[in-house]
């Protein structure tokens, strides 16, 4: 009964119909971040609900309980319960044209002036077009290349912290209810995401049947010989923790999409397969060593 307690009530408070929690169309398989609008789609005492989940996932935590599998949060959301700083390459997650869009900015150089952008950031709220100021009196705070640093760092703020701070407050103040801090300090955020939600059940051959090849690997595919050392390793050697680690690596949460992995999501939200691509060791620099990275 117990278990069945925390899988019915965090169905509930986690599915978006609920209006407390949304799915960003850039978030890996179902993964959910705090809805800005929630005061509006959850008007009734919706930071009550965000202070009661909070409490519910401290004590799944401390009891070693699951909660249910559309929980799986923001990446940034457990930096925030652990304590952890957040990066700029959280917002990539969040909103990954929004991340690529600031990070042209960095190119403009002098020419950032003809963008004619300052301190505000246009919200919709729920089809209703907002500007919010950045910081005091933003719209009257012209961004150039002397401050653009400080620019970056106000949106990465907002995005991250500001537009739900009351919400995300209410889920920290929970969840500090019931769990010590000092207790947190033996986990990362993907031990902590596996932690309360569970090791996914992870189909390795239809992992295998939607993979593609790219680089020294097209040719070959599947029987290039690395390629059957990786699926090896994978199969053979690594438990199920290790193949849903690597699947948080390359997809950033360790869910699998209901229909399988011909509808995996990667890092930018959009539909595409998991891919190897192999790297020719000619065209490395000398005394260069690539290790594996996701993209």
Known sequence: MTREWFQLITEQLYDPAFGLWYHPSNLAQGTVSINPN??????????????VLGRILGRALLDRQLVHKGGHMARFLYKHLLGFPVTFDDLSELDYDYYQSLRKLL??????GYACLDFTVMEDHLGAKESVNLVPNGANVDVTAANLGEYLEACLRYRLMTCVQSQLTEL??????????????IFDCNELELVLCGLPTIDIADWQKYTAYEGVFRSQGPSHRIV???????????????QA??????????GVPSRGFSVLQGNDGNVRLFTLHGLDPANQKEGAHDYPRSQ
């Open 38 to 51: 929630s005061s509006v789609t959850c008007p009734e005492d919706h930071l009550v609900y965000f202070r």
């Open 107 to 112: 190119t403009m150089g002098d020419d950032l």
């Open 245 to 254: 680690r690597l699947l948080q690596f390359v997809t950033g949460t360790s």
């Open 172 to 185: 920290l103040l929970g969840f500090f209810d019931v769990v010590p801090e000092p207790a947190l300090t």
């Open 228 to 242: 059957k050392w990786f699926w090896e390793i994978v199969t053979r050697d690594f438990d199920v923790e290790l």
